[in-house]
């Protein structure tokens, strides 16, 4: 009930960019370095979330700046949103890094991201910065997020609702069915793009979605609760497509999602896995 009463106010709340920067070149740096740092699973989904949330407060304070401007009509005001934008593109790599440490102090406290691990990360990518530039820039996201960074990923939404399956009696062995789960997360994460313009399309029965679907559509690419059962779901089928009805009931009784939206979302993520468009 908590986690789909987060989920509901995190979609009341979304921002215009969300999304924006959960592309694959983003995602796949993040995972790489997780996987660099041994992170565990749920650090390497949470960075890529913190950075999303930083990442759109700086392009709101941007838009915000730039309206103030507009304002104004004061000559040579411009310049401030022009350097507030080359600041936020040349300190990218810098913020990445920071929304990893937080995620892995978040997850492992100990095996946490040391700044000197840090530092020298950057330094092999040509990078100056000093030990206290990365301390400010931790601080920079934990106080733009106001500090509030500890928020459930899709993963604490996959894990639980296989906890409650498991609860219900669900047949398939939890082990598997948990890894196979993670495997396809990241998969989603990674083709995200792809994935929800299948499922789009589906939705509006058109190969040419208008621009006020694709906006309306926003709110099902950042439901946590679809991805997660559209995950397990998929997961089962590739595991064991016996027993795949039994638990797309299970997920719409649990969480209320509508067993078609349940299928096309598996659908959609099967269309990739595979690479075809057999159905």
């Known amino acids: 009930i908590r986690l789909a009463t987060e989920n509901e106010q995190h979609l009341s709340d979304l921002s215009d960019q969300a999304g924006c920067f959960k592309e694959t070149r983003i995602v796949e740096f993040t995972f790489l370095l997780s996987e660099k740092w041994h992170l565990d699973q749920p650090?390497?989904?949470?960075?890529?979330?913190l950075l999303e949330r930083f990442m759109i407060k700086q392009v709101e304070q941007i838009s915000k700046s730039?309206?103030?401007?507009?304002?104004?009509?004061?000559?040579?005001?411009?310049?401030?949103r022009s350097s507030l934008k080359d600041e936020i593109c040349n300190t990218f790599v810098l913020r990445l890094v920071s929304c990893v440490q937080i995620a892995s102090k978040l997850s492992l406290h100990y095996n946490r991201v040391t700044n000197d691990t840090a530092l020298r990360f950057l330094q092999s990518l040509k990078y100056s910065y000093t030990k206290q530039e990365l301390l400010e820039s931790e601080l920079t996201?934990?106080?733009?997020?106001?500090?509030?960074?500890?928020?459930?990923?899709?993963?604490?939404?996959?894990?639980?609702?296989?906890?409650?399956?498991?609860?219900?009696g669900c047949p398939l062995p939890a082990e598997p069915?948990?890894?196979?789960?993670?495997?396809?997360?990241?998969?989603?994460?990674?083709?995200?793009?792809t994935?929800?313009?299948?499922?789009?399309?589906?939705?509006?029965?058109?190969?040419?979605p208008s621009r006020l679907q694709?906006?309306?559509?926003?709110?099902?690419?950042?439901?946590?609760?679809?991805?997660?059962?559209?995950?397990i779901s998929t997961s089962v089928f590739m595991l064991n497509p016996g027993h795949w009805s039994q638990v797309v009931e299970h997920l719409n009784c649990i969480t209320g999602i509508t067993s078609q939206s349940i299928v096309e979302f598996s659908y959609?993520?099967?269309?990739?896995?595979?690479?075809?468009t057999t159905p």
């Open 66 to 80: 730039s309206r103030e401007n507009a304002k104004s009509r004061h000559q040579g005001q411009g310049g401030s």
């Open 214 to 231: 694709v906006a309306k559509f926003l709110t099902v690419k950042e439901d946590f609760m679809l991805l997660a059962v559209g995950i």
């Open 43 to 49: 650090a390497r989904y949470q960075a890529v979330e």
């Open 141 to 168: 996201v934990l106080r733009s997020l106001h500090f509030q960074v500890n928020v459930s990923t899709p993963l604490a939404y996959v894990e639980l609702l296989l906890e409650v399956l498991g609860h219900n």
């Open 195 to 208: 994935i929800y313009d299948t499922l789009l399309k589906m939705a509006v029965e058109n190969s040419t």
């Open 177 to 193: 069915l948990h890894q196979v789960c993670v495997q396809l997360l990241d998969f989603s994460y990674l083709t995200r793009d």
């Open 268 to 276: 959609a993520v099967l269309k990739h896995v595979i690479g075809g």
